[in-house]
């Protein structure tokens, strides 16, 4: 299994910016789909963006227009930028290789707050 590790994360005011970075442990390639997910205190994790290897994305409604999912091959690697960034984004992000079965990196916290 590829081994994922998220970075990026850290506080940042209402209105501002930051970029997460999922560096993989090997060739992602063959990773049809990959995705980042969020989890905030006493909530469910949700889905927020994924990528596939032809470059479709989806992002959910709640971050349309905000953020940006991309990946990059020759670096093993993914990012989320994420811009107008509210207290509702508030949250640990986890980045996910989402073949059935497939990893999960260990997660990074993403604070917005004033």
């Known amino acids: 299994q590829v081994q994922l590790v998220e970075s990026g994360g850290g506080l940042v005011q209402p209105g501002g910016s930051l970029r997460l970075s999922c560096a993989a442990s090997r060739n992602i390639v063959t990773i049809y789909n990959m995705g980042w997910y969020r989890q905030a205190p006493g909530k469910q994790r949700e889905l927020v963006a994924d990528i596939t290897s032809t470059g479709n994305t989806y992002y959910v409604d709640s971050v349309k227009g905000r953020f940006i999912i991309s990946r990059d091959i020759a670096k093993n690697s993914m990012y989320l930028q994420m811009n107008s960034l509210k207290p509702e984004d508030t949250a640990v992000y986890y980045c996910?290789?989402?073949?059935?079965?497939?990893?999960w990196g260990q997660g990074t916290q993403v604070t917005v707050s004033s």
């Open positions: 996910k290789d989402r073949t059935p079965g497939g990893s």
